[in-house]
T-cell receptor, first 112, second 112 residues
Framework: QQQVKQSPQSLIVQKGGIPIINCAYENTAFDYFPWYQQFPGKGPALLIAIRPDVSEKKEGRFTISFNKSAKQFSLHIMDSQPGDSATYFCAASMDSNYQLIWGAGTKLIIKP | NAGVTQTPKFQVLKTGQSMTLQCAQDMNHNSMYWYRQDPGMGLRLIYYSASEGTTDKGEVPNGYNVSRLNKREFSLRLESAAPSQTSVYFC???????????FGPGTRLLVL
């Protein structure tokens, strides 16, 4: 019940395309859902985060869509660029226990 | 402002050896975390410290110990290294729990 399942494991998209990465969770007590971006040899860095009171959040070219009833959330990258090539992690946590539970990661490659 | 720093960057140990991974943050954050990252498994929390003077076990604490030396520093010790502890270790900090976590560059540990 603590798991966050992330898919796909890897994704190749042409420049300008819209990669979509999906995550699903079981624990309805989760109330914070961040996405982190990690470049090779670096630590993860927060990209964007959402709470269940909204269904969508945009920051620049990055959008989180949140479906509370389906217990799913996804990351969309508009007008993707080769510089977006990285590993993306979704995560979840709850107020009563602020440990982040991480998805397994998606390696995204944007082809020029 | 260096953010989160970790030493060493890379280490090779023999089975049974001990070592301490060091982490320091200069953002005056209250909470600090130790994660390990293994291929295909995302990040798993080893230990965390919600505030100076407190430490708690995460998802995979066995074989590790931690010390929150002061508000800035949080060390991770392997008393008797095992090949299963070969991984990349990340330290992170946040102002308070369930806020953005800022990660260090990681320590790559190989146990032979």
């Amino acid at each position: 019940q603590q798991q966050v399942k992330q898919s796909p494991q890897s994704l190749i998209v042409q420049k300008g395309g819209i990669p979509i990465i999906n995550c699903a969770y079981e624990n309805t007590a989760f109330d914070y859902f961040p996405w982190y971006q990690q470049f090779p040899g670096k630590g993860p860095a927060l990209l964007i985060a959402i709470r269940p009171d909204v269904s969508e959040k945009k920051e620049g070219r990055f959008t989180i869509s949140f479906n509370k009833s389906a217990k799913q959330f996804s990351l969309h990258i508009m007008d993707s660029q080769p510089g977006d090539s990285a590993t993306y992690f979704c995560a979840a946590s709850m107020d009563s226990n602020y440990q982040l539970i991480w998805g397994a990661g998606t390696k995204l490659i944007i082809k020029p | 402002n260096a953010g989160v720093t970790q030493t060493p960057k890379f280490q090779v140990l023999k089975t049974g050896q001990s070592m301490t991974l060091q982490c320091a943050q200069d953002m005056n954050h209250n909470s600090m975390y130790w994660y390990r990252q293994d291929p295909g498994m995302g990040l798993r929390l080893i230990y965390y410290s919600a505030s100076e003077g407190t430490t708690d076990k995460g998802e995979v604490p066995n074989g590790y110990n931690v010390s929150r030396l002061n508000k800035r520093e949080f060390s991770l010790r392997l008393e008797s290294a095992a090949p299963s502890q070969t991984s990349v270790y990340f330290c992170a900090s946040s102002e308070i729990a369930e806020e953005t976590q800022y990660f260090g560059p990681g320590t790559r540990l190989l146990v032979l």
